[in-house]
């Protein structure tokens, strides 16, 4: 827990949550994070020696972070950074681009809706041709500066497929088995996603580095409707 005390209340604010200034195959799971002045989480910065990769996010709640966002007038501070201090890293086709974490695209999504009483998540990712991703939902009260995250309340999560042209389409159907009216969603908070490949076995042993692979910054939000 960082900001927060062991009740849940907070316990005041802190400049930076967790950064990864460097190294690879890192994992950063199981965290809450509240109350930090700008990024929650970094991968990376001007300053690294070496650009980290294969950092693998997962299942952290992070919730009211960046409030430095407006300090000089522009959205930048995040709740996961690929970067430090710099914005929302901008989606790219087929994800060619470089920098940290590779700069994983994160998910689009089109819609969250009350479907006889379950939440529904549609959207699409693209990425890395015929790789497989974790897609991880998370539930929010408020929505970042940015439109993109945080990630309050984890929901579950969905593994897809990229296609030749690197594109693959999601449906959560009943995959989240979470109930609207719950203390987990209900209709008007925010869904937002996180992407993170995952693991390809070494071949040496068929096994896996520790963690998975990179995950993304956070999607854009979209609000849970009828």
Do not use: M
């Amino acid at each position: 827990r960082l900001g927060v005390d062991g009740d849940g209340l907070p316990t005041g604010w802190s400049v930076y949550g967790i950064g990864v200034g460097e190294g690879q195959n890192i994992l950063i799971a199981d965290n809450l994070i509240s109350g930090t002045l700008f990024d929650a989480i970094w991968i990376g910065s001007p300053f690294s020696r070496s650009i980290p990769q294969n950092a693998s996010i997962s299942r952290n709640s992070l919730f009211d972070n960046g409030f430095g966002n407006e300090v000089f007038g522009e959205p930048l501070n995040l709740g996961i950074n690929l970067g430090r201090d710099d914005g929302v890293t901008a989606n790219d086709a087929k994800d060619v681009d470089e920098g940290p974490n590779g700069l994983q695209n994160f998910p689009e999504l089109t819609w969250a809706k009350d479907k006889q009483g379950q939440l529904r998540v549609h959207g699409h990712l693209n990425s890395e041709t015929g790789k497989s991703y974790r897609i991880e939902f998370f539930a929010n009260d408020v929505v970042n500066p940015t439109g993109h995250g945080e990630g309050a309340r984890y929901l579950g999560s969905i593994d897809v497929s990229t296609n030749h042209g690197g594109n693959a389409e999601f449906d959560t159907t009943d995959s989240l088995g979470t109930e609207i009216g719950s203390e987990k969603v209900d209709l008007g908070d925010f869904i937002t996603a996180t992407a993170t490949e995952l693991c390809t076995p070494i071949p040496s042993d068929g096994e896996c580095l520790f963690g998975t692979g990179a995950t993304s910054e956070f999607s854009l939000a979209v609000e849970v409707t009828q």
